[in-house]
Structure formats: structure tokens, C-alpha cells
């Protein structure tokens, strides 16, 4: 290796130093954040929590913390909740960064058992112990899922045959933006539609498949008609 490789490696070695250096003393300088982002949901004050979350230090932080990031994806998805108006919300009877880190893993972790190995039954039971909104659902299927459609049909389905006739409305609008104007989306809004007793909006769902099929005659006969 020339004198000037060897150069080149050292200036290497030591950015690299300097920079795990700047980082360590980075962190003892913020060392309390846990403490702080705890104190904040214990309080449910979660506005000065998000203005907290804008700060310089906690934007880098999320860079270097993967707890911090989490929380990160946890605020984007209450906001989204709070901007909807949603019931349910992730943060509810959340007192601390590990409940809502556990919280939003094991929503994606059920996920991915519904989408790979059918577990119904698993994804269920956690919705039910669980405040989970259909924004929470439709962030973790948007951003971790791998086959978006399938997943989101199934969740709807299994959310219509809980009861959860409104979610799972939600759910099928989202999954028309995904995969629009397919005829089995519109069958099974109609269909959560007959479920919950709004007749006129299930016919407005009917009407709006241009090129009805097979699949609407087996609904159908499902409905009766």
C-alpha cells in the first residue's frame, strides 16, 4: 500500500474515532431522555411530549437510539388518530417508552403471523386486549407488510366477523386506495354494510362495480337477493 493509502485509512480511523467519541459524549449529555419521554406519558402530556419529539436532540437521538426512533413511529401514528378522530388510541394506557415500544412490536408481530401463517385467532385476541384503530393497522400494513392487499382484506374480514363493522369499513377504504375499483372490495364493503344494517349504502357500494362478475352472484346468494 503507497505512503498515501496508508494516509488515507489513518484520516479514515480517526473521523471514525472522533465521531464514536462525539456520540458517546452526545448521549451522557441526554442520558435522562427515558426519564423525561416516561414522565410525559405517565402525565398524558402528550402535546408537550410531541413539541419534545421537534427538539434538535431527540431528532438526532431517534438516529442513534432504536427505542427512541420506535417511539418516534408511535407519536406519527397517535397524531394520525388524533387528526382523524379516532376512539381507540395506540397511547392509551401507555405509561412508558417499554409499554409503547412492546405495544407497537407486537401489533407488528401479529401482522406478520396473520399474513404468513393465517393466525386469526392470535391477531384477534390482540385487538381485543388492545386499543387498536384502524390507523394503527393501516401504518404498520403500509409501511411492514409485504403483500398489502392480501393482508388488508384479511384484516377487514376478520374485523366484519368480529362486529367491528366501522374498522373494518375503514380498512376496505384503505385497501381501495391500494388495489382501486376491484369488485371484491365494494362485495365486502356492501357486505359489512347489510351486516350493520345501512341497506342504501350497500347498494351505493353495488352500484359502484362497473364490471360485475361471478363474484358478486355468489354475495349475492350470500344476501338472499
Given at each position: 500500500?503507497?505512503?498515501?493509502?496508508?494516509?488515507?485509512?489513518?484520516?479514515?480511523?480517526?473521523?471514525?474515532?472522533?465521531?464514536?467519541?462525539?456520540?458517546?459524549?452526545?448521549?451522557?449529555?441526554?442520558?435522562?431522555?427515558q426519564?423525561?419521554?416516561?414522565?410525559?406519558?405517565?402525565?398524558?402530556?402528550?402535546?408537550?411530549l410531541?413539541?419534545?419529539?421537534?427538539?434538535?436532540?431527540?431528532?438526532?437521538?431517534?438516529?442513534?437510539?432504536?427505542?427512541?426512533?420506535?417511539?418516534?413511529?408511535?407519536l406519527?401514528?397517535?397524531?394520525?388518530?388524533?387528526?382523524?378522530?379516532?376512539?381507540?388510541?395506540?397511547?392509551?394506557?401507555?405509561?412508558?417508552?417499554?409499554?409503547?415500544?412492546?405495544?407497537?412490536?407486537?401489533?407488528?408481530?401479529?401482522?406478520?403471523?396473520?399474513?404468513?401463517?393465517?393466525?386469526?385467532?392470535?391477531?384477534?385476541?390482540?385487538?381485543?386486549?388492545?386499543?387498536?384503530?384502524?390507523?394503527?393497522?393501516?401504518?404498520?400494513?403500509y409501511?411492514?407488510?409485504?403483500?398489502?392487499?392480501?393482508?388488508?382484506?384479511?384484516?377487514?374480514?376478520?374485523?366484519?366477523?368480529?362486529?367491528?363493522?366501522?374498522?373494518?369499513?375503514?380498512?376496505?377504504?384503505?385497501?381501495?386506495?391500494?388495489?382501486p375499483?376491484?369488485?371484491?372490495?365494494?362485495?365486502?364493503?356492501?357486505?359489512?354494510?347489510?351486516?350493520?344494517?345501512?341497506?342504501?349504502?350497500?347498494?351505493?357500494?353495488?352500484?359502484?362495480?362497473?364490471?360485475?362478475?361471478e363474484?358478486?352472484?355468489?354475495?349475492?346468494?350470500?344476501?338472499?337477493?
Open positions: 500500500m503507497s505512503v498515501e493509502g496508508m494516509n488515507h485509512e489513518k484520516d479514515i480511523v480517526e473521523k471514525e474515532r472522533r465521531r464514536e467519541e462525539e456520540n458517546k459524549k452526545f448521549l451522557q449529555q441526554h442520558e435522562g431522555y426519564k423525561e419521554i416516561d414522565r410525559m406519558l405517565e402525565d398524558k402530556a402528550y402535546d408537550e410531541l413539541d419534545y419529539y421537534q427538539s434538535e436532540p431527540v431528532r438526532k437521538l431517534c438516529l442513534m437510539e432504536n427505542d427512541v426512533a420506535i417511539m418516534n413511529i408511535v406519527a401514528i397517535y397524531q394520525d388518530e388524533v387528526k382523524n378522530g379516532s376512539e381507540g388510541k395506540i397511547l392509551t394506557d401507555i405509561h412508558s417508552m417499554k409499554e409503547a415500544r412492546e405495544r407497537y412490536l407486537q401489533a407488528k408481530f401479529m401482522m406478520w403471523r396473520l399474513e404468513f401463517f393465517h393466525e386469526n385467532g392470535r391477531f384477534l385476541k390482540f385487538i381485543e386486549k388492545n386499543p387498536v384503530s384502524p390507523y394503527f393497522l393501516m401504518h404498520l400494513i409501511t411492514s407488510s409485504f403483500e398489502k392487499g392480501d393482508t388488508t382484506l384479511k384484516m377487514a374480514i376478520l374485523l366484519k366477523e368480529s362486529g367491528r363493522f366501522a374498522q373494518a369499513f375503514a380498512m376496505l377504504n384503505f385497501l381501495n386506495q391500494l388495489c375499483g376491484e369488485e371484491i372490495i365494494y362485495c365486502e364493503m356492501a357486505d359489512v354494510c347489510i351486516l350493520a344494517g345501512k341497506f342504501e349504502s350497500a347498494n351505493d357500494c353495488i352500484q359502484r362495480i362497473k364490471h360485475p362478475s363474484v358478486l352472484t355468489q354475495y349475492r346468494k350470500k344476501w338472499g337477493v
